[in-house]
């Protein structure tokens, strides 16, 4: 299994190469030279596997045994997919809401330490980061700017690890004060808070200039794990595998899966499940009113906007203008043209938009891939978290909502509608409670987390200040 650039450099790398490296060396995008594929008789033996040794299974599809062995992968998905991380012997159950809409079910993702779905990806990650470091004796600094989810999923996957330190950049005062909690509770030695007097682009443009540092980075060995790391991806799959067996009886059915979006990062990985053949239907992409994707699959056009054109919503981990991963589908869809791809994004990268709405790959889009997106609105999620919890008795959280309504219209008779839970409602509690008309209770666990004392260091948007701080460690 190799993996090549959606632009075209002929550079081959194994997985644990593309693991730890960002983009490619010309700009794009890491992907398996050519999927593979999921056959009939593996699909019936996966249906008695426990999650952990699913993962197993799915994930050695992506990586060659003389990169990292299959009984060293073995261990690492059984350490990761436990009950105690994660909850249930499940590890992401499926319940019904059929009161609100026959046929839907949600399946939960978000019932890891930092209950959003980023954890069933990031919490192996964390393990596959310390193996790979261990063999390669080199320590890495990852360096991130989060608004919320993304820095706290990576914060509790790394949380110990050898060889890995993180450096979390936070805009001070603007999370929730269950996200700060979350955060900056953490006293691992390994683990950095920094909150940024500032917003969050002025977190993330520190990011931009410390890796714009050749020096620096190389001296510090700097990294990230944001949402284009494959690894990330590729552990994604197993939950839509996981669905779709939860949801069936046999090879023959289909199911739809219905996605919160942003990045692309998590349907991305429906979307390399059903290339895989396993049997969906239809993916319901689920936007806000930051709607570039919804757009795109409507139209034909896609039109990234620069960040002072994204509204902030009440889904905010989805409030984002330019879909990291979308360049993995659209290599797909142009049938691996890498020539193209790079057009494209020439255009993109000079914040211009395209338009390929005339060409018969996208008029044969929704066929060929099942994709069929919609957008919600504040009004819309709040009634949808209304309706659901009257209805069926089950609180949603925002981002949920968000899918749920897009996907309603969309259940077909005899087809599972399979919601992907990228939250639980007590990260989100205000929103909620506008809703549903009270909080969402804590769980004893979560009010002492609440109360513990804070590791944060507050600065001023100061680029030398943060890399004096990492060179300090
Ligand atoms: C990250 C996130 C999303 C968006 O996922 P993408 O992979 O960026 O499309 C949706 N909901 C929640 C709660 C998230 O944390």
Redesign the pocket.
């Known amino acids: 299994m190799q993996y090549l650039s959606t632009r075209g450099h002929p550079a081959r790398q194994s997985f644990s190469q593309v693991l730890l490296s960002g983009l490619a060396e010309d700009g794009g995008l890491m992907l398996p030279e050519t999927l593979p594929k999921i056959t009939d008789a593996e699909l019936t033996a996966w249906r008695a596997l426990p999650y952990h040794a699913l993962a197993h299974a799915v994930l050695s599809k992506f990586i060659a045994t003389d990169d990292i062995d299959s009984a060293t992968l073995a261990a690492l998905t059984k350490a990761t997919y436990t009950k105690e991380v994660f909850g249930t012997d499940d590890i992401t159950p499926l319940r019904k809401i059929d009161g609100y809409a026959p046929g839907m079910q949600i399946e939960a993702l978000s019932n890891g330490p930092t209950l959003?779905?980023?954890d069933m990806a990031m919490q192996l990650l964390g393990r596959l980061f310390e193996f790979e470091l261990g063999r390669r004796n080199q320590t890495l600094n990852i360096l991130g700017a989060t608004s919320g989810?993304?820095g706290s999923a990576a914060e509790y996957a790394m949380r110990g690890r050898k060889g890995v330190n993180v450096f979390m950049l936070s805009p001070a005062g603007r999370m929730s004060a269950f996200q700060r909690a979350q955060m900056y509770s953490l006293q691992d030695a390994n683990i950095h808070n920094i909150a940024v007097e500032g917003v969050f682009d002025d977190c993330q443009d520190i990011v931009k200039a410390v890796s714009n540092d050749l020096a620096f980075k190389r001296q510090y060995n700097i990294g990230t794990v944001n949402?284009i790391n494959w690894g990330r991806i590729s552990a994604q799959v197993v939950y839509y595998v996981k669905g779709y067996l939860a949801a069936t009886t046999a090879n023959a059915q289909k199911v739809s899966f219905a996605?919160?979006?942003?990045?692309?990062?998590?349907?991305l990985a429906g979307h390399i499940a059903r290339e895989m053949g396993l049997p969906i239907d239809t993916l319901v992409l689920a936007t806000n009113e930051n709607n570039v994707l919804a757009e795109f699959f409507n139209t034909g056009v896609y039109r990234p906007r620069p960040s002072k054109e994204t509204f902030e919503t009440s889904?905010p981990?989805?409030d984002?203008s330019k879909?990291s991963?979308f360049e993995r589908f659209v290599y797909h869809l142009f049938n691996n043209d890498a020539a193209r791809v790079a057009a494209l994004w020439r255009e993109v990268d000079q914040g211009r938009a395209f338009d390929v709405s005339q060409t018969a790959e996208w008029k044969g889009l929704r066929e060929r891939f099942g994709f069929v997106a919609g957008t919600s609105t504040h009004a819309d999620r709040l009634a949808t978290i209304r309706e659901v919890y009257e209805k069926t008795g089950s609180l949603i959280?925002t981002?949920t909502a968000d899918a749920v309504k897009v996907a309603r219209p969309l259940v077909k008779p005899g087809v599972p509608m399979i919601v992907l839970e990228?939250?639980l409602p007590v990260k989100f509690a205000d929103t909620v409670k506008d809703a549903v008309g009270f909080e969402p209770p804590l769980t004893a666990d979560q009010q002492a987390m609440m109360k513990l004392p804070l590791r944060v260091v507050q600065i001023a948007p100061d680029v030398e200040r943060v890399k004096a701080i990492i060179a300090g460690r």
């Open positions: 959003a779905f980023k989810d993304t949402s996605v919160p979006s942003g990045n692309f990062g998590n349907i889904s981990s989805m984002i879909a991963n959280d981002h990228t939250a």
